[in-house]
C-alpha cells in the first residue's frame, strides 16, 4: 500500500458519492451486526457472542456478508432508491485477491430490471476509471452464449463429463463437487482469465439453479435473471432482478441450510425480518453489490488487494 492509494481511494467514494447524489439515490446506512446470518453455502459468516443485556434475544450476533437484506426491508418500508457504501466480512478468504473484511457498493433502483443495472453498473465502473484517464469498452452477453461462444459448449445440456472435459489441463479433486460447481470453475480457470484488461463483460441470465436471490425468468430453459460484471479478468459485481416472493425466498434459505448442514458447516438463522418485509411487499426493483476493493485493484493495476488496503489481513 501506498499513501497515493489511500488518496485516490478518497477521490474514488468521493466520485461514487457524488454519481448517486446525482441520480437522486439515497446513501443509507444499516447494521453489520444481525441476529441472522448469510445462508449461501458458498460464503462463510463471522459470528461473535454479545455479553451484555438481550431480553431473551440471542446472543450469537453475526456479521454482515452484505448489506443486501436490512436495504431490502428499507426498501418494503418505501425508502426508495438506496446505497450503502461500507465494510463487509467473510470468513476464510484471504490471499492476494481477498481479504475478511472489505468494501461493497451495494445499491437497489426501484422498478428497474437486472439489464437495467447492469448498465448503470458500468455507468459507475467507467465514473472511477475517469480518475485514472482510464476508459473501457463493454460486451454484454448471455451466460449460455459466454459459453457457446469461448468453449463451444452449451452449459444448460452438457453432461458433468464434458464439463469437466471443458478444463482441459486444470487439475480439480472431484470429490463432493456438482454440475453448478464445474460450471463455476469454467469461469473462473478458462473463462475470466481470457477477458481482455480494457474490456468491461456484462454476463447476464444465469442458469435458474443458480439463482440465489434473483427472481427466475421461465424460458425454454428457465433461467436466474443475474447478472456478473467483470472488468479485464477481475469479477467486480453480481447483481439481481430481485426476488419478491416469501414463500419461495424461505425455501431456497431452507435448500442451503441442507446444503451447509449435508457438508458440515455452521447454518446461520435465516432472517426472518426480511422475510415479514417480503411478505408485506418488496417493490418491483433490481440491485447490486460491487467490490470497491476490487476496482481499486483496477484502478492501480494491481492484482494484489494489500496494495489498495492501508493494511492487510496479514498486518491488521
Given at each position: 500500500?501506498?499513501?497515493?492509494?489511500?488518496?485516490?481511494?478518497?477521490?474514488?467514494?468521493?466520485?461514487?458519492?457524488?454519481?448517486?447524489?446525482?441520480?437522486?439515490?439515497?446513501?443509507?446506512?444499516?447494521?453489520?451486526?444481525?441476529?441472522?446470518?448469510?445462508?449461501?453455502?458458498?460464503?462463510?459468516?463471522?459470528?461473535?457472542?454479545?455479553?451484555?443485556?438481550?431480553?431473551?434475544?440471542?446472543?450469537?450476533?453475526?456479521?454482515?456478508?452484505?448489506?443486501?437484506?436490512?436495504?431490502?426491508?428499507?426498501?418494503?418500508?418505501?425508502?426508495?432508491?438506496?446505497?450503502?457504501?461500507?465494510?463487509?466480512?467473510?470468513?476464510?478468504?484471504?490471499?492476494?485477491?481477498?481479504?475478511?473484511?472489505?468494501?461493497?457498493?451495494?445499491?437497489?433502483?426501484?422498478?428497474r430490471d437486472h439489464r437495467w443495472v447492469a448498465t448503470?453498473?458500468?455507468?459507475?465502473?467507467?465514473?472511477?476509471?475517469?480518475?485514472?484517464?482510464?476508459?473501457?469498452?463493454?460486451?454484454?452477453?448471455?451466460?449460455?452464449?459466454?459459453?457457446?461462444?469461448?468453449?463451444?459448449?452449451?452449459?444448460?445440456?452438457?453432461?458433468?463429463?464434458?464439463?469437466?472435459?471443458?478444463?482441459?489441463?486444470?487439475?480439480?479433486?472431484?470429490?463432493?463437487?456438482?454440475?453448478?460447481?464445474?460450471?463455476?470453475?469454467?469461469?473462473?480457470?478458462?473463462?475470466?482469465?481470457?477477458?481482455?484488461?480494457?474490456?468491461?463483460?456484462?454476463?447476464?441470465?444465469?442458469?435458474?439453479?443458480?439463482?440465489?436471490?434473483?427472481?427466475?425468468?421461465?424460458?425454454?430453459?428457465?433461467?436466474?435473471?443475474?447478472?456478473?460484471?467483470?472488468?479485464?479478468?477481475?469479477?467486480?459485481?453480481?447483481?439481481?432482478?430481485?426476488?419478491?416472493?416469501?414463500?419461495?425466498?424461505?425455501?431456497?434459505?431452507?435448500?442451503?441450510?441442507?446444503?451447509?448442514?449435508?457438508?458440515?458447516?455452521?447454518?446461520?438463522?435465516?432472517?426472518?425480518?426480511?422475510?415479514?418485509?417480503?411478505?408485506?411487499?418488496?417493490?418491483?426493483?433490481?440491485?447490486?453489490?460491487?467490490?470497491?476493493?476490487?476496482?481499486?485493484?483496477?484502478?492501480?493495476?494491481?492484482?494484489?488487494?494489500?496494495?489498495?488496503?492501508?493494511?492487510?489481513?496479514?498486518?491488521?
Amino acid at each position: 500500500m501506498t499513501h497515493d492509494a489511500l488518496r485516490l481511494r478518497a477521490r474514488l467514494y468521493a466520485t461514487l458519492r457524488a454519481f448517486f447524489a446525482e441520480r437522486g439515490v439515497l446513501e443509507v446506512e444499516t447494521p453489520v451486526l444481525s441476529r441472522a446470518g448469510n445462508t449461501d453455502p458458498n460464503i462463510a459468516s463471522f459470528s461473535l457472542e454479545f455479553s451484555g443485556r438481550t431480553d431473551g434475544a440471542p446472543r450469537t450476533r453475526w456479521l454482515r456478508t452484505s448489506p443486501e437484506f436490512p436495504l431490502k426491508r428499507l426498501l418494503a418500508e418505501g425508502i426508495g432508491d438506496c446505497y450503502e457504501l461500507g465494510r463487509v466480512f467473510r470468513d476464510g478468504e484471504a490471499g492476494g485477491r481477498h481479504n475478511p473484511e472489505f468494501t461493497m457498493l451495494e445499491w437497489y433502483r426501484v422498478g428497474r430490471d437486472h439489464r437495467w443495472v447492469a448498465t448503470e453498473t458500468v455507468d459507475v465502473i467507467r465514473a472511477a476509471l475517469a480518475l485514472v484517464e482510464r476508459d473501457v469498452r463493454v460486451v454484454d452477453i448471455a451466460y449460455r452464449d459466454l459459453f457457446r461462444d469461448r468453449l463451444d459448449l452449451d452449459p444448460f445440456t452438457a453432461d458433468e463429463a464434458q464439463l469437466r472435459n471443458a478444463l482441459g489441463d486444470v487439475v480439480i479433486d472431484p470429490a463432493g463437487l456438482v454440475r453448478d460447481d464445474w460450471l463455476d470453475l469454467l469461469i473462473t480457470h478458462r473463462l475470466q482469465p481470457a477477458f481482455d484488461a480494457d474490456t468491461v463483460h456484462i454476463v447476464r441470465d444465469y442458469p435458474a439453479s443458480q439463482c440465489a436471490l434473483a427472481q427466475i425468468r421461465h424460458d425454454d430453459p428457465p433461467v436466474a435473471e443475474r447478472f456478473e460484471v467483470f472488468l479485464g479478468p477481475l469479477e467486480l459485481a453480481n447483481g439481481y432482478h430481485e426476488l419478491r416472493d416469501a414463500n419461495e425466498q424461505r425455501a431456497r434459505f431452507e435448500r442451503d441450510q441442507a446444503v451447509r448442514k449435508a457438508r458440515g458447516q455452521a447454518a446461520p438463522p435465516i432472517d426472518e425480518a426480511l422475510l415479514a418485509a417480503l411478505e408485506r411487499g418488496l417493490p418491483p426493483c433490481a440491485g447490486v453489490a460491487l467490490g470497491v476493493d476490487r476496482l481499486m485493484m483496477a484502478l492501480r493495476g494491481t492484482d494484489r488487494i494489500g496494495d489498495v488496503l492501508a493494511y492487510d489481513f496479514a498486518r491488521a
